[in-house]
C-alpha cells in the first residue's frame, strides 16, 4: 500500500495544522495507523497511532491534548490536527501502516515520504 501525506507547512506558535495521509488501497479492520515525526540526525519519534478497525487511539505523552488522530474510513485517510504547535515541533511528519498496536517504528510496513512541518515565528 502507497501512502501520500499532505497538509504540512510553516506555522506560527500557537497555531494548527491538519495532516492528511491517503493509503493507495483498503485499510482493513486489523491494521494500525500510526504518525511519526523526524528531525535530522534522531531517530523517528512516535506521535499516535489509531486501530482502524476500532478508531482506539494512543499518543506520546508531550502530544496528549495538543494533537488528535482521526480517520475517514471510506476515504482509506487519516488524519493529524495538532494545535498549539510549538518550536520544538518542528519536524518531518511520517504516517506508516502496521498490522500491531506499537509506538515502535520499526513494528511499521510501509511509509509515506513525509511532510515538513515548521513551526517558527
Aim: net charge positive; glycine share 12%.
Amino acid at each position: 500500500v502507497q501512502l501520500v501525506e499532505s497538509g504540512g507547512g510553516l506555522v506560527q506558535p500557537g497555531g494548527s495544522l491538519r495532516l492528511s495521509c491517503a493509503a493507495s488501497e483498503r485499510i482493513y479492520s486489523s491494521n494500525f495507523m500510526a504518525w511519526f515525526r523526524q528531525i535530522p540526525g534522531k531517530e523517528r519519534e512516535f506521535v499516535a497511532r489509531l486501530g482502524w478497525g476500532f478508531g482506539n487511539t494512543k499518543y506520546a505523552d508531550s502530544m496528549k491534548g495538543r494533537f488528535t488522530i482521526s480517520k475517514d474510513g471510506p476515504k482509506n485517510t487519516v488524519y493529524l490536527q495538532m494545535n498549539n504547535l510549538k518550536p520544538e515541533d518542528t519536524a518531518v511528519y511520517s504516517c506508516a501502516i502496521g498490522r500491531y498496536a506499537s509506538n515502535s517504528f520499526r513494528e511499521y510496513d510501509s511509509w509515506g515520504q513525509g511532510t515538513q512541518v515548521t513551526v517558527a515565528s
